[in-house]
């Protein structure tokens, strides 16, 4: 009985982990009304077509590259190498800075060529979707701050403890990232 109990525990997924995922689950489920929402009032008429500005594919970029810079920065730590994983861990951050900057530009390149958000129902979703987006990524900053502050603050010890938090940064970021390129391809097929 006592073996079963121990490998039921080693299998068992952190509580923190878990949780994460669950919040992950809830967002694709938003993001899916969201895009869901988007078709069906398309097809429903008064729909004004416009191209995304190309500011979009470059925030792509840089949301792209924070993602590796953070996965390298998780893969530094874990390997002991304190400086690139500071490092990288602060690129990340700036990375994640410049994406929300960039995400304003494109709203103001959006308003430039006449797709306010008001003005159609088509640049509403453009600007609701990617705004939610953003609000995530900013999340996600929030994550990176605090990340930094363990980076910087407290003495450098991979521990189990402190890996599981950055683990767990890291595959937030992550999804997020994917969530962006996943709304870019959405909005690129739509259009």
Same mark, same amino acid.
């Given at each position: 009985?006592?073996?079963?109990?121990?490998?039921?525990?080693?299998?068992?997924?952190?509580?923190?982990?878990?949780?994460?995922?669950?919040?992950?689950?809830?967002?694709?489920?938003? &993001?899916? /009304?969201?895009? +869901?929402?988007?078709? =069906?009032?398309?097809? $429903? !008429?008064?729909?004004?077509?416009?191209? %995304?500005?190309?500011?979009?594919?470059?925030?792509?970029?840089?949301?792209?590259?924070?993602?590796?810079?953070?996965?390298?920065?998780?893969?530094?730590?874990?390997?002991?190498?304190?400086?690139?994983?500071?490092?990288?861990?602060?690129?990340?951050?700036?990375?994640?800075?410049?994406?929300?900057?960039?995400?304003?530009?494109?709203?103001?390149?959006?308003?430039?060529?006449?797709?306010? &958000?008001? /003005?159609?129902? +088509?640049?509403?979703? =453009?600007?609701?979707? $990617? !705004?939610?987006?953003?609000?995530?990524? %900013?999340?996600?900053?929030?994550?990176?701050?605090?990340?930094?502050?363990?980076?910087?603050?407290?003495?450098?010890?991979?521990?189990?403890?402190?890996?599981?938090?950055?683990?767990?940064?890291?595959?937030?970021?992550?999804?997020?990232?994917?969530?962006?390129?996943?709304?870019?391809?959405?909005?690129?097929?739509?259009?």
């Amino acid at each position: 009985m006592r073996a079963v109990t121990s490998e039921y525990s080693q299998s068992k997924i952190h509580s923190h982990k878990f949780a994460l995922w669950i919040g992950i689950a809830t967002i694709i489920m938003m &993001f899916g /009304a969201f895009t +869901s929402a988007y078709i =069906v009032r398309r097809a $429903s !008429g008064n729909w004004y077509e416009f191209k %995304l500005p190309d500011i979009f594919f470059y925030n792509t970029l840089v949301i792209l590259a924070s993602s590796v810079t953070l996965h390298l920065a998780y893969r530094a730590f874990i390997k002991g190498m304190e400086r690139p994983y500071k490092t990288l861990l602060m690129l990340t951050f700036l990375l994640g800075i410049s994406f929300v900057v960039i995400q304003y530009q494109g709203w103001k390149a959006l308003t430039a060529m006449g797709a306010t &958000f008001t /003005a159609n129902p +088509s640049s509403s979703f =453009v600007y609701v979707i $990617s !705004g939610v987006h953003a609000a995530h990524v %900013l999340g996600g900053i929030s994550a990176l701050i605090v990340a930094m502050v363990h980076a910087f603050y407290l003495p450098y010890k991979p521990t189990p403890r402190r890996k599981l938090r950055l683990e767990l940064v890291l595959h937030y970021w992550h999804f997020v990232d994917v969530l962006w390129v996943y709304l870019v391809v959405f909005f690129l097929i739509q259009s």
